[in-house]
């Protein structure tokens, strides 16, 4: 499975078994387009992002059915800065069954918190900010 990355914190995740991209950092699985205010901040977003891709890869490896080949699901939740977590679920788009969403939510949710925001990071987003993952099954 890959996973690719757009950043309002925007994520897109791919599953299939080609290779990760990235247009950032060599050693970072993700091909990254971001807001502004998360500059500076990727050693986190990886973090979020490579604990969020493991436990979605599990669930999906574990799952007795798999979704449709181009099953899309998007996940927009609050994310909080003091610990990193996930405070709401703010809307789920799927183009597939309700197995399929409820995967994706299950793993954002499994992985949280994440870790507390640095100051700098505090300063840039404030208390929170919303994270929209979407997820492509292939």
């Given at each position: 499975?890959?996973i690719?990355?757009?950043?309002?914190?925007?994520?897109?995740?791919?599953?299939?078994?080609?290779?990760?991209?990235?247009?950032?950092?060599?050693?970072?699985?993700?091909?990254?387009?971001?807001?502004?205010?998360?500059?500076?901040?990727?050693?986190?977003?990886?973090?979020?992002?490579?604990?969020?891709?493991?436990?979605?890869?599990?669930?999906?490896?574990?799952?007795?059915?798999?979704?449709p080949?181009?099953?899309q699901?998007?996940?927009?939740?609050?994310?909080?800065?003091?610990?990193?977590?996930?405070?709401?679920i703010?809307?789920?788009?799927?183009?597939?069954?309700?197995?399929?969403?409820?995967?994706?939510?299950?793993?954002?949710?499994?992985?949280?918190?994440?870790?507390?925001?640095?100051?700098?990071?505090?300063?840039?987003?404030?208390?929170s900010a919303?994270?929209?993952?979407?997820?492509?099954?292939?």
């Amino acid at each position: 499975m890959k996973i690719i990355v757009s950043l309002f914190f925007v994520i897109l995740i791919t599953g299939c078994s080609s290779p990760l991209k990235n247009t950032e950092r060599d050693d970072m699985p993700v091909t990254l387009e971001r807001d502004p205010r998360w500059a500076g901040n990727e050693q986190y977003i990886h973090k979020v992002i490579k604990n969020i891709q493991k436990q979605w890869d599990r669930i999906v490896s574990e799952s007795k059915t798999y979704p449709p080949k181009g099953t899309q699901v998007t996940v927009v939740f609050r994310m909080e800065a003091e610990q990193g977590s996930v405070s709401e679920i703010i809307r789920v788009d799927s183009h597939g069954n309700k197995a399929a969403a409820d995967m994706c939510i299950s793993a954002i949710t499994a992985k949280s918190p994440f870790g507390a925001w640095t100051p700098e990071m505090k300063k840039a987003l404030g208390d929170s900010a919303e994270v929209t993952f979407t997820f492509n099954y292939e």
